[in-house]
């Protein structure tokens, strides 16, 4: 049950993501779900890790969201050019 409610978190801020940083995105619901896992997992660390907040306060869905934004900008900067 806990690998679902990942997915539906992803899935979530990864759409949040690219809702506040638009333009082209190569992939569809998967990368968007990959972006969000792999962005809430950063952002949740450095935000306990800096202190921010304690693992569970919904703070960590902006950090979460601030995690996936910096994925899609590192993901657009290095596989951008790669695009036609």
Do not use: C, H, N
Request: net charge positive.
């Amino acid at each position: 049950m806990e690998i679902i409610l990942w997915i539906v978190f992803g899935l979530v801020v990864g759409v949040v993501a690219k809702f506040v940083m638009p333009g082209r995105d190569p992939g569809g619901m998967i990368l968007t779900i990959v972006l969000g896992i792999v962005g809430g997992v950063l952002g949740g660390w450095i935000g306990r890790v800096l202190g921010m907040y304690r693992t569970g306060e919904p703070v960590g869905f902006i950090m979460a969201v601030v995690g996936a934004v910096a994925v899609l900008a590192i993901y657009r900067l290095t596989l951008g050019s790669q695009r036609a």
